[in-house]
């Protein structure tokens, strides 16, 4: 019941910018931790970056300095704002949440489908 949707990916030119969204909806009581993740063919899904409930961010070195990671807790959503994008970031970017079910009081990790990012000039 519980659904994550990204949105904003693209086709950017290196230097360009993209901010991606993430939106939980469905039977959620709260939400923990989100996180961005990046998967390109043939390599391992890597963390982008994460943030709290509360606020506290965690950032992957490749990214750091160049991506921010935020969250709006009333609209249950969360940002990725990436600048000076290069060619090596052209990947799906996966959501990811940590979410406490109304109903069950459980908690559990969700996963949106992704969105693609492509930079190429």
């Known amino acids: 019941q519980v659904q994550l949707v990204e949105s904003g990916g693209g086709l950017v030119q290196p230097g360009g910018s993209l901010r991606l969204s993430c939106a939980a909806s469905?039977?959620?009581?709260?939400?923990?931790?989100m996180g961005w993740y990046r998967q390109a063919p043939g390599k391992e899904r890597e963390l982008v970056a994460s943030?709290?409930?509360?606020?506290?961010?965690n950032y992957a070195d490749f990214v750091k300095g160049r991506f921010t990671i935020s969250r709006d807790n009333a609209r249950k959503t969360a940002y990725l704002q990436m600048d000076s994008l290069e060619p090596e970031d052209t990947a799906t970017y996966y959501c990811?949440?940590?979410?406490?079910?109304?109903?069950?009081?459980?908690?559990?990790?969700?996963w949106g489908r992704g969105t693609q990012v492509t930079v190429s000039s």
């Open positions: 990811n949440a940590n979410i406490i079910i109304s109903t069950t009081f459980v908690a559990s990790d969700s």
């Open positions: 469905g039977g959620i009581f709260s939400i923990n931790t």
């Open positions: 943030i709290t409930r509360g606020g506290y961010t």
